[in-house]
């Protein structure tokens, strides 16, 4: 079996012609943590729920599990977390490359009084019982993979040791893997061609993940991540008045990705901005307030914003309650001065 130092040492070896890490990587990891089965997968969050951008298993019985993983996956509604756990996209920091069992995830509440959501997924897996070893391995908040084993003993301290030892090789294996996987789209660069844009860029992948960002980016999901993602789902959708333009980036072999950057604000824009402060207006009210600025038509407005006239009349019925304006002129009109 290789040894921990030997395992380290290939991590840290890629060829380009190889396989991806996981396919060797599991076998000799759940050798050395004497697991029943060794995992790996990265969860993506879709408009109606979740999915799994890649999933590997090994072990007896591995393809059933994997099978069955995928299909409870498939079957979670949407939400902010993935399995009750943390949103993989911006990784509570408690968790990032931290190895966990079973019973330190339950000792330290990680679940809260969400355990039942492991009870119904280990049941669904017929490992209910079992404990399970795991690392999410990070970059900064995102996560690359979640990496662990399963087995119907409880994992030792000398096990926890390992997967530990392996956290920091794993995590610089993914990063270049990820990377390498488009090399054409995420090389540095196109990483240096966003630093030179003054708004916020994005390069949006598969799952919706941002896989670059600028500094101006970068500080823009740090105020509001959600906001700015809802923005750019909402370019997409409603290019003609969108924040974002958004460009399709397609290279032979690879996934389609997408180019965000923000539009220059204009006055209009600016003026909302003062008027969301002075209202105090929600994020979805001040696009209301400036789609309305532009003459747009409450139909109009509710097929930019994905909703229904009613709702966006009751958008219009509190921006006239919090700006005291009795009509839309009047409305632009204290929106102006």
């Given amino acids: 079996m290789t040894s921990l130092a030997e395992l380290k040492r290939a991590l840290s070896q890629f060829t380009p012609s190889g396989s991806p890490f996981a396919t060797w990587f599991l076998p000799e990891l759940r ?12 969860p993506a969050a879709r408009e109606d729920g979740w999915a799994l951008e890649f999933m590997h298993g090994t072990g007896e019985g591995s393809e059933n599990y994997v099978r069955r993983f995928r299909e409870y996956v498939a079957g979670l509604p949407a939400s902010e977390t993935f399995l009750a756990l943390s949103n993989p996209h911006l990784v509570q920091v408690e968790q990032r490359n931290r190895v966990f069992s079973l019973s330190d995830i339950v000792t330290a509440k990680v679940l809260g009084d969400r355990d039942e959501v ?22 900064g908040p995102g996560q690359l993979a979640w990496v662990g084993a399963t087995r119907e003993e409880p994992f030792t301290e000398r096990e926890k040791t390992i997967l530990r030892t392996l956290r920091r090789p794993l995590r610089e294996r993914l990063r270049l893997e990820r990377r390498l996987a488009s090399p054409t789209l995420l090389s540095a660069t196109l990483d240096a061609a966003l630093e030179h844009l003054p708004s916020p860029a994005f390069l949006i992948g598969p799952g919706f993940r941002v896989e670059l960002a600028n500094r101006a980016g970068h500080s823009a999901l740090e105020r509001d991540r959600k906001s700015v993602l809802a923005a750019i789902r909402e370019s997409v959708y409603a290019p003609d008045a969108s924040t974002y333009s958004i460009t399709e980036v397609v290279a032979t072999g690879s996934s389609s990705y997408l180019l965000a950057v923000q539009r220059e604000r204009n006055h209009v824009a600016e003026l909302v901005l003062v008027a969301k402060v ?8 001040a696009r209301v307030l400036e789609l309305v600025a532009t003459g747009a038509s409450n139909k109009e407005i509710a097929a930019v914003l994905g ?31």
């Fill in 31 to 42: 050798g050395l943590l004497n697991a029943q089965f060794a995992g790996a997968y990265s």
């Fill in 307 to 337: 909703s229904s006239e009613a709702t966006i009349e009751n958008h219009l019925t509190e921006l006239f309650r919090r700006s005291g304006a009795r009509s839309r002129a009047g409305l632009v009109g204290l929106l102006i001065t």
């Fill in 278 to 285: 002075r209202w105090g207006l929600t994020a979805r009210q």
């Fill in 118 to 139: 492991f009870h119904s997924l280990f049941r669904n897996l017929g490992i209910l019982g079992h404990d399970q070893l795991r690392v999410l391995i990070c970059d």
